[in-house]
């Protein structure tokens, strides 16, 4: 689809692992994406309708958020 969009979101090494809710802000303002326990680098998740709105059809695409783990230094 060229109406579907792609995002990396950044998430914890604790979210990553054991799951929660994060902030994502897309076009129609912020959106809350639960992410599932055990989420991997990478993983991509489907928000249907947050993509762009194609002139012709009036049809939204759909939002691919994909996820980016942080993991932590060991400097702090």
Same mark, same amino acid.
């Given at each position: 689809h060229?109406d579907?969009?792609t995002? %990396?979101f950044? /998430?914890t &090494?604790k979210?990553? /692992?054991? $799951? $929660?809710?994060? !902030? /994502?802000?897309?076009?129609d +303002?912020d959106i =809350?994406?639960?992410?599932p !326990? +055990?989420t991997?680098? +990478?993983?991509k998740?489907r928000? #249907?309708?947050k $993509? %762009?709105?194609n #002139?012709?059809t009036?049809?939204?695409g759909? &939002?691919?958020l994909? !996820? =980016?783990?942080l /993991?932590?230094s060991g400097?702090t």
């Amino acid at each position: 689809h060229h109406d579907d969009l792609t995002k %990396v979101f950044d /998430i914890t &090494l604790k979210t990553a /692992i054991f $799951g $929660g809710k994060v !902030a /994502i802000q897309t076009f129609d +303002g912020d959106i =809350n994406l639960k992410v599932p !326990a +055990g989420t991997k680098c +990478g993983q991509k998740f489907r928000v #249907r309708e947050k $993509g %762009v709105t194609n #002139r012709k059809t009036k049809v939204k695409g759909d &939002l691919f958020l994909k !996820a =980016n783990v942080l /993991i932590p230094s060991g400097d702090t």
